[in-house]
Protein backbone atom coordinates (compact mmCIF):
# COMPACT_ATOMS: atom_id res chain seq x y z
CA UNK A 1 0.00 0.00 0.00
CA UNK A 2 1.35 3.01 -0.81
CA UNK A 3 1.01 5.08 2.13
CA UNK A 4 1.27 8.68 1.50
CA UNK A 5 -1.12 8.32 -1.55
CA UNK A 6 -3.90 6.86 1.16
CA UNK A 7 -3.12 9.32 3.49
CA UNK A 8 -3.26 12.63 0.87
CA UNK A 9 -6.72 10.84 -0.07
CA UNK A 10 -7.72 10.85 3.63
CA UNK A 11 -6.92 14.40 3.35
CA UNK A 12 -8.45 15.36 0.22
CA UNK A 13 -11.61 13.77 1.69
CA UNK A 14 -12.09 16.11 4.76
CA UNK A 15 -10.96 19.15 2.71
CA UNK A 16 -13.25 19.12 -0.04
CA UNK A 17 -17.15 19.71 -0.32
CA UNK A 18 -19.12 16.42 0.30
CA UNK A 19 -21.36 15.08 -1.37
CA UNK A 20 -23.99 11.97 -1.11
CA UNK A 21 -21.28 9.08 -3.15
CA UNK A 22 -24.86 7.78 -4.43
CA UNK A 23 -27.30 10.29 -5.19
CA UNK A 24 -24.77 13.35 -5.67
CA UNK A 25 -26.79 15.32 -2.71
CA UNK A 26 -24.82 18.16 -0.77
CA UNK A 27 -23.95 16.46 2.53
CA UNK A 28 -24.86 18.36 5.95
CA UNK A 29 -21.96 18.42 8.18
CA UNK A 30 -23.26 15.46 10.30
CA UNK A 31 -23.36 12.86 7.23
CA UNK A 32 -20.82 10.84 6.36
CA UNK A 33 -20.85 10.03 2.71
CA UNK A 34 -24.70 8.57 2.64
CA UNK A 35 -27.06 11.39 2.84
CA UNK A 36 -30.41 9.79 5.03
CA UNK A 37 -31.97 9.27 2.13
CA UNK A 38 -29.76 6.82 0.78
CA UNK A 39 -28.93 5.92 3.86
CA UNK A 40 -32.73 5.03 4.60
CA UNK A 41 -32.48 3.00 1.26
CA UNK A 42 -29.84 1.26 1.81
CA UNK A 43 -29.85 -2.19 0.29
CA UNK A 44 -28.42 -4.23 3.28
CA UNK A 45 -28.27 -8.21 2.32
CA UNK A 46 -28.27 -9.99 5.90
CA UNK A 47 -26.30 -12.48 5.02
CA UNK A 48 -24.29 -12.43 8.04
CA UNK A 49 -27.65 -13.07 9.81
CA UNK A 50 -27.72 -16.96 7.79
CA UNK A 51 -24.84 -19.29 7.16
CA UNK A 52 -26.62 -20.23 4.01
CA UNK A 53 -27.50 -17.13 1.83
CA UNK A 54 -27.66 -16.76 -2.74
CA UNK A 55 -24.16 -15.24 -2.53
CA UNK A 56 -22.80 -18.66 -0.24
CA UNK A 57 -24.90 -21.27 -2.45
CA UNK A 58 -22.66 -19.10 -5.88
CA UNK A 59 -19.36 -19.15 -3.81
CA UNK A 60 -20.22 -22.82 -3.52
CA UNK A 61 -21.56 -24.07 -6.17
CA UNK A 62 -18.15 -22.60 -7.74
CA UNK A 63 -15.64 -24.61 -5.81
CA UNK A 64 -17.75 -27.84 -6.52
CA UNK A 65 -17.78 -27.39 -10.11
CA UNK A 66 -14.00 -26.71 -10.18
CA UNK A 67 -13.48 -29.58 -7.94
CA UNK A 68 -15.48 -31.39 -11.17
CA UNK A 69 -13.48 -29.86 -13.76
CA UNK A 70 -10.31 -31.15 -11.88
CA UNK A 71 -8.97 -27.39 -11.23
CA UNK A 72 -9.32 -28.58 -7.27
CA UNK A 73 -7.93 -32.59 -6.85
CA UNK A 74 -9.30 -32.59 -2.88
CA UNK A 75 -11.93 -35.02 -2.60
CA UNK A 76 -14.34 -33.05 -0.24
CA UNK A 77 -15.13 -29.56 0.61
CA UNK A 78 -17.63 -28.45 3.87
CA UNK A 79 -19.87 -25.89 2.99
CA UNK A 80 -18.24 -22.51 2.71
CA UNK A 81 -20.13 -19.33 4.20
CA UNK A 82 -19.83 -15.51 2.96
CA UNK A 83 -21.49 -12.61 3.15
CA UNK A 84 -21.56 -8.83 1.95
CA UNK A 85 -23.19 -5.42 3.07
CA UNK A 86 -25.18 -4.75 0.03
CA UNK A 87 -26.72 -5.30 -3.00
CA UNK A 88 -24.69 -3.92 -5.72
CA UNK A 89 -27.44 -3.82 -8.12
CA UNK A 90 -26.02 -3.05 -11.45
CA UNK A 91 -28.64 -0.16 -11.94
CA UNK A 92 -28.89 1.49 -8.72
CA UNK A 93 -26.50 4.25 -7.45
CA UNK A 94 -24.99 2.33 -4.94
CA UNK A 95 -22.55 0.59 -7.26
CA UNK A 96 -20.71 3.79 -7.18
CA UNK A 97 -19.57 2.81 -3.42
CA UNK A 98 -17.18 0.14 -4.53
CA UNK A 99 -16.19 2.40 -7.92
CA UNK A 100 -15.57 5.10 -6.39
CA UNK A 101 -12.86 3.04 -3.59
CA UNK A 102 -11.77 1.63 -6.96
CA UNK A 103 -11.45 3.90 -9.27
CA UNK A 104 -11.45 7.32 -7.96
CA UNK A 105 -9.58 6.81 -5.20
CA UNK A 106 -12.10 7.57 -2.32
CA UNK A 107 -10.45 5.44 0.35
CA UNK A 108 -11.86 7.20 3.41
CA UNK A 109 -15.25 6.43 2.09
CA UNK A 110 -14.09 2.40 1.45
CA UNK A 111 -13.01 2.42 4.76
CA UNK A 112 -15.89 3.90 6.16
CA UNK A 113 -17.99 1.01 4.58
CA UNK A 114 -15.72 -1.31 5.49
CA UNK A 115 -15.79 -0.18 8.86
CA UNK A 116 -19.94 -0.89 8.83
CA UNK A 117 -19.23 -4.93 6.96
CA UNK A 118 -16.73 -5.34 10.09
CA UNK A 119 -19.20 -4.52 12.35
CA UNK A 120 -21.85 -7.31 10.46
CA UNK A 121 -19.18 -9.76 10.51
CA UNK A 122 -18.18 -9.76 14.32
CA UNK A 123 -22.31 -9.54 15.75
CA UNK A 124 -22.31 -12.56 13.81
CA UNK A 125 -21.64 -15.98 14.79
CA UNK A 126 -20.45 -17.33 11.77
CA UNK A 127 -17.68 -15.20 11.14
CA UNK A 128 -16.98 -13.71 15.00
CA UNK A 129 -14.22 -16.56 14.97
CA UNK A 130 -12.13 -15.45 11.70
CA UNK A 131 -8.41 -15.14 12.65
CA UNK A 132 -6.98 -13.39 9.66
CA UNK A 133 -8.25 -11.57 7.12
CA UNK A 134 -7.11 -11.87 3.87
CA UNK A 135 -7.57 -9.81 0.81
CA UNK A 136 -7.79 -10.84 -2.70
CA UNK A 137 -4.36 -9.48 -4.40
CA UNK A 138 -3.46 -7.43 -6.96
CA UNK A 139 -1.18 -8.43 -9.78
CA UNK A 140 2.37 -6.09 -9.10
CA UNK A 141 2.30 -4.36 -12.10
CA UNK A 142 -2.01 -3.28 -11.53
CA UNK A 143 -0.63 -2.48 -8.09
CA UNK A 144 1.93 -0.21 -9.56
CA UNK A 145 -0.66 1.72 -11.74
CA UNK A 146 -3.31 2.07 -9.24
CA UNK A 147 -1.30 2.92 -6.18
CA UNK A 148 -3.19 0.73 -3.84
CA UNK A 149 -5.10 -2.75 -3.77
CA UNK A 150 -8.75 -1.66 -3.25
CA UNK A 151 -9.56 -5.02 -1.11
CA UNK A 152 -6.73 -4.27 1.51
CA UNK A 153 -8.39 -1.38 2.34
CA UNK A 154 -11.59 -3.46 3.28
CA UNK A 155 -9.35 -6.24 4.54
CA UNK A 156 -7.31 -3.85 6.76
CA UNK A 157 -10.60 -2.05 8.09
CA UNK A 158 -11.79 -5.39 9.12
CA UNK A 159 -9.16 -6.76 10.54
CA UNK A 160 -8.34 -3.50 12.94
CA UNK A 161 -12.14 -3.49 13.87
CA UNK A 162 -12.06 -7.34 15.17
CA UNK A 163 -8.53 -6.85 16.58
CA UNK A 164 -6.89 -9.54 14.21
CA UNK A 165 -3.89 -10.04 11.43
CA UNK A 166 -4.45 -8.78 8.58
CA UNK A 167 -1.77 -10.43 5.66
CA UNK A 168 -2.01 -9.15 2.38
CA UNK A 169 1.09 -11.04 1.83
CA UNK A 170 -0.24 -14.30 2.00
CA UNK A 171 -1.77 -15.10 -1.20
CA UNK A 172 -0.33 -13.79 -5.04
CA UNK A 173 -1.60 -13.14 -7.78
CA UNK A 174 0.93 -14.52 -10.55
CA UNK A 175 -0.86 -13.82 -13.73
CA UNK A 176 -1.79 -10.27 -15.15
CA UNK A 177 -5.28 -10.81 -15.99
CA UNK A 178 -7.69 -8.39 -18.13
CA UNK A 179 -10.15 -6.26 -16.06
CA UNK A 180 -12.80 -8.58 -15.46
CA UNK A 181 -16.05 -6.12 -16.14
CA UNK A 182 -16.82 -6.93 -19.35
CA UNK A 183 -16.26 -10.56 -19.56
CA UNK A 184 -19.03 -13.55 -19.41
CA UNK A 185 -19.38 -15.53 -16.37
CA UNK A 186 -17.65 -18.47 -18.18
CA UNK A 187 -14.45 -15.91 -18.91
CA UNK A 188 -14.15 -14.77 -15.48
CA UNK A 189 -13.37 -18.39 -14.47
CA UNK A 190 -10.91 -19.09 -17.03
CA UNK A 191 -9.04 -15.63 -16.66
CA UNK A 192 -8.44 -16.17 -12.86
CA UNK A 193 -7.96 -20.08 -13.11
CA UNK A 194 -4.93 -20.66 -10.99
CA UNK A 195 -3.97 -16.90 -11.20
CA UNK A 196 -3.65 -17.12 -7.28
CA UNK A 197 -1.05 -18.54 -5.71
CA UNK A 198 0.39 -19.02 -1.62
CA UNK A 199 3.55 -17.28 -0.61
CA UNK A 200 5.05 -20.09 1.16
CA UNK A 201 7.74 -18.01 2.74
CA UNK A 202 4.54 -16.50 4.59
CA UNK A 203 2.53 -18.96 5.23
CA UNK A 204 5.69 -21.04 6.98
CA UNK A 205 4.95 -18.37 9.84
CA UNK A 206 1.33 -18.50 9.80
CA UNK A 207 -1.17 -20.88 11.29
CA UNK A 208 -4.63 -19.73 10.31
CA UNK A 209 -8.16 -21.49 11.26
CA UNK A 210 -10.32 -19.35 9.67
CA UNK A 211 -9.54 -17.48 6.98
CA UNK A 212 -11.69 -14.29 5.50
CA UNK A 213 -10.70 -13.75 1.98
CA UNK A 214 -12.12 -10.22 1.22
CA UNK A 215 -12.66 -8.46 -2.13
CA UNK A 216 -14.70 -5.55 -2.61
CA UNK A 217 -17.60 -6.82 -4.82
CA UNK A 218 -18.59 -10.48 -5.35
CA UNK A 219 -20.21 -11.38 -8.68
CA UNK A 220 -19.27 -15.17 -10.34
CA UNK A 221 -17.19 -15.60 -6.98
CA UNK A 222 -14.36 -16.71 -9.40
CA UNK A 223 -12.24 -14.54 -7.79
CA UNK A 224 -12.99 -15.51 -4.34
CA UNK A 225 -12.96 -19.23 -5.40
CA UNK A 226 -9.50 -18.78 -7.00
CA UNK A 227 -7.78 -17.91 -3.93
CA UNK A 228 -9.79 -20.78 -2.03
CA UNK A 229 -7.79 -22.96 -4.35
CA UNK A 230 -4.90 -21.36 -3.25
CA UNK A 231 -5.41 -21.45 0.61
CA UNK A 232 -6.91 -25.09 0.03
CA UNK A 233 -3.97 -26.24 -1.29
CA UNK A 234 -1.47 -25.22 1.18
CA UNK A 235 -3.45 -25.60 4.20
CA UNK A 236 -5.55 -28.25 3.38
CA UNK A 237 -8.99 -29.56 5.23
CA UNK A 238 -7.83 -28.00 8.79
CA UNK A 239 -8.96 -24.85 7.76
CA UNK A 240 -12.07 -22.64 7.56
CA UNK A 241 -11.93 -20.21 4.77
CA UNK A 242 -14.94 -18.14 3.81
CA UNK A 243 -15.41 -14.93 1.71
CA UNK A 244 -16.94 -11.19 2.57
CA UNK A 245 -17.38 -8.17 0.33
CA UNK A 246 -18.90 -4.84 0.54
CA UNK A 247 -21.01 -5.37 -2.73
CA UNK A 248 -22.92 -8.66 -4.25
CA UNK A 249 -24.38 -8.16 -7.52
CA UNK A 250 -27.16 -10.62 -7.52
CA UNK A 251 -28.11 -10.91 -10.57
CA UNK A 252 -24.72 -12.84 -11.98
ZN1 LIG B 1 -28.02 10.24 -1.38
Known sequence: MDDLKYWLSSLADLALPRYCIVCGRKLETRERHL??????????TRFWMSGHNEMADRYNAMISRD???????LAYEEYSRATA???????????????????????TAG???ARILAGTLFSSDIFADVDMV?????????????????????????????????RADLLVRRKYTQ?????????????????????EKVAEKCAPSHVLVVDDVFTTGATVTACHH????????????SAATLGFVNSG
Open 85 to 107: LFFYHAEAGYRKIPQALKYGGRI
Open 230 to 241: ALRRYFGFGLRI
Open 134 to 166: VPVPLHRRRMRERGYNQAEVIAREIAVYGGIEE
Open 67 to 73: MDSGECT
Open 179 to 199: TQTRLSPEDKRTNVRGAFEVE
Open 111 to 113: RYF
Open 35 to 44: CIYCSADFPF
